[in-house]
């Protein structure tokens, strides 16, 4: 069992769709990352909050949108998104970002499949 | 700038023969490293890590890696491989200082034959 909780598990939507993914981790955590996964592939990083705080945006387009309402929670919402955006997405976390000696956590992740 | 290099696509070992999974890094500053492991429709899972002190690592389920700075390497190991240890493995570093952002190796494959 992961200590890093995804929803759903599966995802199928239009590209004109709004969907949300969720993640929820009790852990007392304070950094949570969003990583996208292609088939064989290591996970590419997306977004890094920091104390609820956006720190880190590698240049993700913008129908996906990044949301931390509390320490324990963390949301992607996607808007509009493309064929090429199917994949798996991987939410991790961390002690606080900065002291880089610890392991982050990952969930099971969301398949994500646009139609 | 860090990187990760797994120049091994997949590795091939009998169930009861040693395994191992290479990896070397680059990294301005000291490095943290970790292995971690991916089993079929599942998370990362974290298997060890290396951050300072002995080169010899020992993690989860049996595995270990040893930490070689001069040749700036970190290979995981294991004296006994499982058929349940087939599965992908990732190595990654993150430097002590700067930005700090995990970077994953491509992956190794293991397959271990019964």
């Known amino acids: 069992d992961t200590e890093v909780t995804q929803t759903p598990k599966h995802l199928v939507m239009g590209m004109t769709n709004k969907k949300s993914l969720k993640c929820e981790q009790h852990?007392?955590?304070?950094?949570m990352y969003w990583y996208k996964q292609k088939a064989k592939k290591p996970p590419e990083l997306m977004f890094v909050y920091s104390y609820e705080k956006l720190s880190i945006n590698e240049s993700v387009p913008s129908r996906f949108s990044p949301e931390c309402p509390n320490s324990s929670l963390l949301n992607l919402h996607l808007h509009a998104l493309q064929p090429e955006d199917s994949a798996l997405y991987l939410c991790a976390s961390s002690q606080v970002q900065g002291n880089s000696n610890q392991p982050q956590h990952f969930g099971d992740g969301t398949r994500l499949s646009i139609l | 700038a860090q990187s990760v290099a797994q120049p091994e696509d997949q590795v091939n070992v009998a169930e009861g023969n040693p395994l191992t999974v290479k990896c070397t890094y680059s990294v301005s500053g000291n490095p943290y490293l970790f292995w971690y492991v991916q089993y079929p429709n599942r998370g990362l899972q974290f298997l060890l890590k290396?951050?300072?002190?002995?080169?010899l690592v020992k993690g989860s389920y049996g595995f270990e890696a040893e930490f070689n700075k001069s040749q700036t390497s970190f290979h995981l190991k294991k004296p006994s491989a499982l058929v349940s240890d087939s599965a992908l493995y990732f190595c990654a570093v993150r430097a002590d200082t700067g930005r700090r952002a995990l970077t994953f190796g491509s992956g190794t494959r293991l397959q271990v034959q019964p």
């Open positions: 852990m007392g955590h304070r950094a």
């Open positions: 290396y951050i300072t002190g002995d080169n």
